[in-house]
C-alpha cells in the first residue's frame, strides 16, 4: 500500500511541473543553461541560443 500511494503522489509531482512547464513556456535548465560557476559547465559546444546570449552580454558590456 505505501509503494502505490508514494507512486501516485510522485506521478502527481512530475504532472504539476508538466503542466507548469507547458503553460509557463519556459524550459527546464540544465547544468549550463542557469549556472552562476562557468567552469562547472559540462557542454562541449554551446547552442545558438546561448551564443547569442552570451554575444548580446559582451555587446552591452563593451558600450
Request: proline residues 0%.
Amino acid at each position: 500500500m505505501t509503494f502505490i500511494m508514494t507512486f501516485v503522489l510522485m506521478l502527481a509531482v512530475i504532472a504539476i511541473m508538466a503542466v507548469g512547464v507547458i503553460f509557463g513556456r519556459r524550459a527546464i535548465k540544465g547544468s549550463c543553461g542557469g549556472g552562476m560557476d562557468k567552469a562547472a559547465c559540462v557542454c562541449v559546444e554551446k547552442c545558438d541560443k546561448r551564443k547569442k546570449f552570451d554575444a548580446e552580454q559582451a555587446a552591452s558590456l563593451s558600450s
